[in-house]
Nanobody, 122 residues
């Protein structure tokens, strides 16, 4: 499985940004994580390409929306009302093939994309 993340950049506080993750291979669970400077990697959101409701972190819920295009094997993360504390490198990740359960734990994801920087200025 290979993952290609895109869409990062700079944005002002209160602005929006959309990240995309193109996946090749057969993993059905795609998640987004982020790592801010000096902090641990943290879960943001996850969804299944085969259906069901997504899951979010508390900080993402209500501001971020994860969506899927199963035909294109693409997962997007729409981020609204961005704040400086959202500044981080964002990674998309995929769970092992045949795993169909969503997870908030990074240890549950086997495949990782290269990361894309999101910088929110105040």
């Amino acid at each position: 499985v290979q993952l290609q993340a895109s869409g990062g950049g700079d944005v002002q506080a209160g602005g929006s940004m959309r990240l995309s993750c193109a996946a090749t291979g057969s993993s059905s669970i795609i998640g987004w994580f982020r790592r801010a400077p000096g902090k641990e990697r943290e879960f943001v959101a996850a969804t299944s390409l085969i259906g069901g409701n997504p899951i979010y972190s508390d900080s993402a819920r209500g501001r971020f929306t994860i969506s899927r295009d199963s035909a294109k094997n693409t997962v997007s993360l729409q981020m609204n009302s961005l704040q400086p504390e959202d500044t981080a490198v964002y990674y998309c990740a995929a769970r092992p093939v045949r795993v169909t359960v969503l997870s908030r734990s990074s240890s549950g994801y086997k495949f990782w994309g290269q990361g894309t920087q999101v910088t929110v200025s105040s």
